[in-house]
């Protein structure tokens, strides 16, 4: 059974920098899109970046110039350098992988179980 492993969250002040972690456990051929969304207290979950399995990377408007999103396939892992974090980048951040190849299955939508983030002094 293939789970997306998050690590890396936690309390950091403004300014500050996070790194997280996302590894799919499992053997995996393939992982098209892995992302990253983050859900607030009381607000819709929302896409803060993506990356395709070529490289090509998409940003939320707020984190551009700040997070920077990346992989390594080998690994079935993804990566969210956060820097100059704000207190309104506090959420519980989540890992997602669009589409998941492995021997006999093909998964959809898959999740982590989120991390949380929190920016405060």
């Known amino acids: 059974q293939v789970r997306l492993v998050e690590s890396g969250g936690g309390l950091v002040q403004p300014g500050g920098s996070l790194r997280l972690s996302c590894a799919a456990s499992?053997?995996?051929?393939?992982?098209?899109?892995m992302g990253w969304y983050r859900q607030a207290p009381g607000m819709q979950r929302e896409l803060v970046a993506a990356?395709?399995?070529?490289?090509?990377?998409n940003y939320e408007d707020s984190v551009k110039g700040r997070f920077t999103i990346s992989r390594d396939n080998a690994k079935s892992t993804v990566y969210l350098q956060m820097n100059s974090l704000k207190s309104e980048d506090t959420a519980v951040y989540y890992c997602?992988?669009?589409?998941?190849?492995?021997?006999?299955?093909?998964?959809?939508?898959?999740w982590g179980q989120g991390t949380q983030v929190t920016v405060s002094s």
């Open positions: 499992g053997t995996i051929f393939s992982i098209s899109v």
């Open positions: 990356i395709t399995s070529g490289g090509t990377t």
């Open positions: 997602h992988a669009d589409r998941i190849v492995t021997p006999g299955n093909v998964l959809h939508g898959s």
